[in-house]
């Protein structure tokens, strides 16, 4: 492939271009708040499965409380009503009476059991609300983190965004100065490598910073000006400057 020496040189000031996206991108794929973001996304998922299991769980224990008050005041309405009859005088049977007061006494036992039971309940529902408020204030925590690390992100981004955008202007009039052949080699040797041409510098390719042997050097002074010479090592072109030591 031949191309003029001077369309050959633009390719180190693309290439120098092409580096600085290459680090822009690799910045933006590393950028610090970008972790912080996907662990505090992480903590507010787990927090969201955790308050649903907390509040559902708080619910059926207020519905088992208010089930479970209902019988509490179901049997204490039948002891008041026994009790009244008792103390009227409307049941004069021995017999009656004996089943009346058994049955009073028994009724008592299970208001008292049963106003337990109200009691554990109503423990366990405390517990439960107080831990779907924790988790709720821990969710407003980790949902302030979170934004605050998307702010960060979002203005490195924005910086790096402009970054890019000043690199593509350099380098949209660089492609106009280069034959489609050599760029599209230059392109390929990009994607293959990370770097698509190297400077030949003291002998030396600055792309795999080989140093070239002595009949691949003679290869190269023997090449003509416009002549399209490559790194034996790495492959990359290779660009011949008054540094080239040739």
């Known amino acids: 492939m031949k191309a003029a020496p001077e369309a050959q040189k633009r390719l180190l000031d693309l290439a120098e271009v092409d580096a600085g996206l290459d680090r822009l991108s690799h910045r933006r794929r590393s950028q610090p708040d970008l972790a912080d973001v996907e662990e505090q996304s992480k903590k507010l998922a787990q927090l969201a499965t955790q308050i649903i299991s907390a509040e559902t769980e708080a619910g059926d224990l207020a519905r ?47 208001q008292g059991d049963l106003e337990e039971i109200v009691l554990e309940i109503m423990e366990r529902l405390e517990a439960a609300q107080s831990l779907v408020s924790s988790l709720r204030s821990e969710r407003e925590k980790v949902t302030a983190t979170l934004r605050a690390a998307e702010d960060r992100r979002d203005a490195a981004f924005a910086e790096m965004d402009k970054e890019h955008a000043d690199l593509q202007a350099k380098r949209a009039p660089l492609l106009a100065d280069i034959p489609a052949g050599l760029l599209a080699l230059y392109e390929k040797m990009r994607e293959q490598s990370g770097m698509g041409a190297a400077l030949l510098q003291g002998g030396r390719c600055l792309g795999c910073r080989t140093t070239m042997s002595i009949a691949d050097l003679n290869q190269v002074r023997a090449a003509a000006p416009d002549e399209v010479v490559r790194c034996e090592e790495c492959r990359r072109i290779l660009v011949r400057t008054a540094e080239s030591g040739l």
């Open 64 to 110: 088992e409380q208010a089930k479970a008050e209902s019988d509490v005041d179901a049997v204490r309405a039948r002891v008041d009503r026994d009790a009244k009859r008792l103390d009227s005088g409307q049941v004069s049977s021995p017999k009656d009476l004996a089943s009346l007061q058994s049955e009073i006494v028994s009724l008592r036992r299970r």
